[in-house]
């Protein structure tokens, strides 16, 4: 069975600095690592798709990196504002099944 | 366009009572997935539609849960008798094709059990 982890759980940063989240998984064999956002009392915000045959990712001040065969990915975000306040998501599918495999989340606060 | 809905966007329903719940996918999206997040806790898979194909109900906690798709439109997720260990945020999500597209989420049910 899939277990993914993130460290650490919470996390506060002033503003302006980078954030650096970490995401662990036990099975290697995976299709794609995903990452998202979620706000109090919404849902889920794809961040980034990282496929198993990339490294990394980038969408703005977002980079998020993939080491399949250690089983981690990191996400970074540069130059951390108040909006990115938030709890961040690690997902990873299995390969040979369609779930998702999620971890507990990083929750992000950003203080102004 | 619009993205993933679902509704209620609360329920609070008492101990023994069913409750249905509903998502309504991306338009063109022939996969639909339904997940559990507990408070404190990370997302469970519950099921996974694929166009006409028979549902991956794997992750269904007990036979008191059931969900249904019609085609590629609406689903249903139905608990039957709750109870308080039911209560939590039920999200749907949905996308173009299995396994390599982005999955879009909608905004979740929560469902309190008394």
């Known amino acids: 069975k899939q277990e993914v982890t993130q460290i650490p759980a919470a996390l506060s940063v002033p503003e302006g600095e980078n954030l650096v989240l970490n995401c662990s998984f036990t099975?290697?064999?995976?299709?794609?690592l995903q990452w998202f956002r979620q706000d109090p009392g919404k849902g889920l915000t794809s961040l980034l798709l990282i496929q198993s045959s990339q490294r990394e990712q980038t969408s703005g001040r977002l980079n998020a990196s993939l080491d399949k065969s250690s089983g981690r990915s990191t996400l970074y975000i540069a130059a951390s504002q108040p909006g990115d306040s938030a709890t961040y998501l690690c997902a990873v599918r299995p390969s040979g099944n369609n779930r998702l495999a999620f971890g507990k989340g990083n929750q992000v606060v950003v203080i102004p | 366009g619009a993205g993933v809905s679902q509704s209620p966007s609360n329920k609070v329903t008492e101990k023994g009572k069913d409750v249905e719940l509903r998502c309504d996918p991306i338009?063109?999206?022939?996969?639909l997935y339904w997940y559990r997040q507990r408070l404190g806790q990370g997302l469970e898979f519950l099921i996974y539609?694929?166009?006409?194909?028979?549902?991956?109900k794997s992750g269904l906690p007990s036979d008191r849960f059931s969900a249904e798709r019609t085609g590629e439109s609406v689903s249903t997720l139905t608990i039957q008798r709750t109870q308080q260990e039911d209560s939590a945020v039920y999200l749907c999500?949905?996308?173009?094709?299995?396994?390599?597209?982005?999955?879009?989420f909608g905004p979740g049910t929560r469902l309190l059990v008394l």
């Open positions: 999500a949905s996308s173009s094709a299995s396994g390599r597209e982005t999955q879009y």
């Open positions: 099975d290697s064999a995976i299709y794609n």
């Open positions: 539609f694929q166009g006409n194909s028979a549902p991956d």
């Open positions: 338009s063109g999206h022939t996969a």
